[in-house]
């Protein structure tokens, strides 16, 4: 079984910058999509972005494209989230989140619904200040 542990949250004021990680564990944590969703207060959770297990392929929102960053480390099984230029629109808990990419080759694409993954993280607060 998989296990997700975010790092990295905190208080950043607008423009700035923070770097999140989440951490996976686990015999199949390597073959694990990782995603980074987010949940603003009395909001939905919504995609942000992911990365495949090869970390060949990413994908962004249009609202943070330009300005997060995803990447992985496969040899530490760590997912890394730059945020910069940071907006008071992202203020939110992200979530890290894993799914096995069963059959998936390098340049598979991940979900980009919650409902394509199974494992998540305990969460990490992002506030963002004017």
């Known amino acids: 079984q998989v296990q997700l542990v975010e790092a990295g949250g905190g208080l950043a004021q607008a423009g700035g910058s923070l770097n999140l990680s989440c951490v996976a564990s686990?015999?199949?944590?390597?073959?694990?999509?990782i995603a980074w969703f987010r949940q603003a207060p009395g909001k939905e959770r919504v995609f942000v972005t992911s990365?495949?297990?090869?970390?060949?392929?990413?994908y962004y929102i249009p609202a943070v494209k330009g300005r997060f960053s995803i990447s992985r480390n496969i040899t530490k099984n760590t997912v890394y989230l730059q945020m910069n230029s940071l907006q008071l629109d992202d203020t939110a808990v992200y979530y890290c989140?894993?799914?096995?990419?069963?059959?998936?080759?390098?340049?598979?694409?991940?979900?980009?619904?919650?409902?394509?993954?199974?494992?998540w993280g305990q969460g990490t607060q992002v506030t963002v200040s004017s």
């Open positions: 989140a894993a799914a096995l990419a069963l059959g998936g080759g390098i340049w598979s694409s991940p979900p980009r619904d919650a409902s394509g993954y199974a494992l």
């Open positions: 686990g015999r199949t944590a390597s073959r694990c999509d």
């Open positions: 990365i495949n297990w090869s970390g060949g392929t990413t």
